[in-house]
């Protein structure tokens, strides 16, 4: 992300009205982050991406799985790219997404209709065993037990958990039982690609 992009994702979302001295006094959470694109580089902008949320406000990028490749879900367009990113953050839930939205948007992230393609999707799977049930924010989020392309990432940092950082517990999204997730990534076609997007050369 450019140092340009990365003030205007300063100015899209919410100022935090903390100072960086206190945030550093709040306790930390895990949050998992998912993320795909099918229009244009993909691979650069989820890389891109990271930056931007290693560089939010007391937010650490910990872990990131692998790109996986995925043909559209109750979607039409190109085929997928999708990752999921596990971040450590003093942020809270609904400080996170609208970083996230506001990420989408430094991205081109355009919405023309519902599941359109898109340049970049940044979804908030997990946060903390938190749970939400608002118009903007639904937590865990509601469709992940059903896509491959979110649980087959999502298992492959699960399967080092819990990943290097300050926080202590061990909590952990719940994955549903491997015959079920064989089952949907077999009909949903996912495929994992060779390669690492974090961290970053």
Do not use: K
């Not at 244009?40 to 990271?50: I, N």
């Not at 970083?99 to 979804?123: G, I, K, S």
């Not at 492959?156 to 719940?174: D, F, K, M, Y």
């Amino acid at each position: 992300m450019s140092s340009e992009a990365s003030d205007e994702v300063s100015r899209a979302w919410p100022t935090v009205s903390a100072s960086p001295e206190a945030l550093a006094c709040v306790p930390r959470a895990r949050a998992c982050i998912g993320m795909g694109g099918n229009l244009g580089e993909v691979r650069v902008r989820l890389q891109s991406a990271l930056r931007g949320l290693n560089a939010l406000p007391a937010t650490a990028v910990l872990a990131v799985s692998s790109a996986y490749q995925t043909a559209p879900v109750d979607a039409t367009g190109p085929d997928y790219l999708n990752a999921v990113a596990v971040l450590e953050s003093a942020l809270g839930p609904q400080e996170l997404l609208a970083a996230l939205l506001a990420l989408e948007l430094t991205h081109d992230r355009e919405r023309p209709y519902h599941h359109a393609p898109r340049t970049l999707d940044l979804d908030l799977l997990w946060y903390d065993d938190a749970t939400r049930a608002t118009p903007s924010l639904s937590l865990p989020h509601p469709r992940m037990t059903g896509r491959a392309f979110v649980l087959e990432p999502l298992a492959e940092v699960l399967a080092s958990w819990p990943p290097s950082g300050s926080v202590t517990h061990s909590s952990q999204p719940a994955l549903p039982a491997a015959d079920v997730r064989a089952a949907l990534r077999q009909s949903q076609g996912v495929r994992r690609l060779d390669g690492h997007l974090w961290p970053l050369a």
